[in-house]
């Protein structure tokens, strides 16, 4: 899946010129967290979000330091926040190191990056301008079209145990030596012992997403490595 499969194509834009009250009124309206900024030509030159205008003198959230930590931070760092919080326009608050993508990015590289530079969107450019977003709320209703899908399927009790010990095989946190597994008719069984128990629970997830599996019973006991006490 691709970005141009996921964006949103009607994206709500705001001038770099206009005022802090003008964006955030279009926020309100639109009901968005965030709007790619543009010039006169219509180029991405920023992203503005509600993270943005939460350190305001107009509300007296204005970040106030104390004398020593502003030395520590020096005054340029004193001097950017003073601006983010008077600043009358968007241009002066803006992010201006903008992460965007094309309309070809796959979905993984879109994640990667959300993840990465711990932000909630990313503008698709074509040419330089700006064609779509994709939000994580793009994410979610892509994830809403495929999390309950179960593919169907004819595959064997024999068949399905294979899969699952080779996916087991694959995963670096599995404890393969201690687990057993055995399947009839679909119903998958685990028995035996781990170490932690995320990796139970992950054992779990991983038998009940294995296609056709019907359901799946754990008897799995989690003992502390070091001492050798059961904990559940």
Do not use: C
Not at 162 to 177: F, V
Request: net charge neutral.
């Amino acid at each position: 899946m691709k970005a141009s499969e996921l964006m949103t194509r009607n994206v709500v834009t705001v001038r770099q010129t206009a005022t802090v009250g003008e964006a955030v009124r279009l926020m309100l309206q639109r009901g968005i967290s965030g709007l790619p900024v543009i010039d006169a030509a219509g180029a991405l030159v920023g992203i503005v979000t509600e993270g943005d205008f939460l350190r305001r003198s107009e509300m007296g959230t204005e970040r106030r330091r104390p004398r020593w930590l502003g030395f520590l931070l020096g005054t340029g760092r004193l001097a950017e926040e003073y601006t983010h919080a008077h600043a009358r326009e968007v241009s002066e608050v803006m992010t201006t190191d903008v992460q965007a993508i094309e309309e070809d990015t796959p979905v993984a590289e879109i994640v990667s990056l959300m993840e990465k530079h711990r932000i909630k969107r990313l503008p698709v450019l074509r040419d330089g301008a700006i064609v779509g977003i994709v939000s994580r709320a793009n994410l979610l209703r892509a994830l809403a079209t495929f999390a309950d899908q179960i593919p169907a399927t004819s595959e064997s009790d024999l068949d399905i145990r294979s899969y699952l010990l080779d996916e087991i095989a694959k995963q670096p946190w599995a404890p393969r030596a201690t687990v057993n597994v055995s399947v009839h008719r679909g119903l998958v069984h685990l028995a035996g012992m781990t170490f932690d128990d995320r990796e139970r629970q992950a054992l779990r997830v991983l038998a009940e997403n294995a296609p056709g599996v019907k359901g799946v019973r754990e008897d799995l006991t989690v003992i502390e490595p070091l001492t050798g006490t059961v904990i559940a």
